[in-house]
């Protein structure tokens, strides 16, 4: 590694960022964070003293007494918590940032989620639902369409996703619709029964105007060509209360005979 001076150079004198100096020496920002450490323990200062010369930085810091292990950089759980507010942010998307920022000296995902899940725990207790196999069917429009191309104007349109999962499993049937229309609505209702096999003996979906039609905390008013499907398919539909998004939590139990 002949980059030592410059990495160290580029952090002490240009206050340059993990990131950034990983890029300016073309070298992993884990190696970057490595090698700032090994210094920090080294016992060395910056400015290096005469006589210092790359060779013996690396000596120094990579052929001398075996470094310690660093303790491990403890996540900003209460940043990660905001940040999962953000649309389209996952703990994926996080712990690979912490794991840019932080190289080595950060957590492997599974513990990085198990350390969060236990910080945020105390936040706001929910009821565990516990779901059996073939009990409930939750339906709703996502809240991102998918963007389809139209072949002969070249005209961008977004296509509105209609999301199926058994409460169970989690199993789950997605497709795209034209638009919202309640015509749409019960089809895809139909083949993501068709899709599982079987008929559920519940459908829990969101209080959507295309299912239903007024609602209500104690008895909503459900569209009457909505309530005419279930009839026929001898299926009850239970909406969820109204800006209770937990209502739909399910479980990660099931009885594998019923997929």
Known sequence: MRSIKEILRLHFEEKRAL???A???RRSPSLVHDCLGRFKTSGLAWPLPEGIDEEELERRLYLGTPR???VLVEPDF???HLELTRKHVTLRLLWEEYKLETGEGGYQYSRFCELYHRWARPLGAVMHQQHKAGDKLFVDWS????DLVERETGEVVEAPLFVAALGASGYAFVKAAPNRQSMHWLRLHSEAMEHIGGVTAAVVPDNEKTGVTSPCLYDPE????YAAWAEHYGT????TRRRKPRDKLYASHCSPSFI
Do not use: K, T, W
Not at 143 to 146: I, K, N, S
Not at 222 to 225: A, G, K, Q, R
Not at 236 to 239: D, K, R
């Open 78 to 80: 209460a940043q990660v």
């Open 143 to 146: 809240g991102d369409g998918v």
């Open 68 to 70: 310690a292990r660093s």
């Open 236 to 239: 009850a539909v239970i909406p």
């Open 19 to 21: 990131r950034s100096i």
């Open 222 to 225: 459900l569209n009457p060509v």
């Open 23 to 25: 890029a300016a020496v």
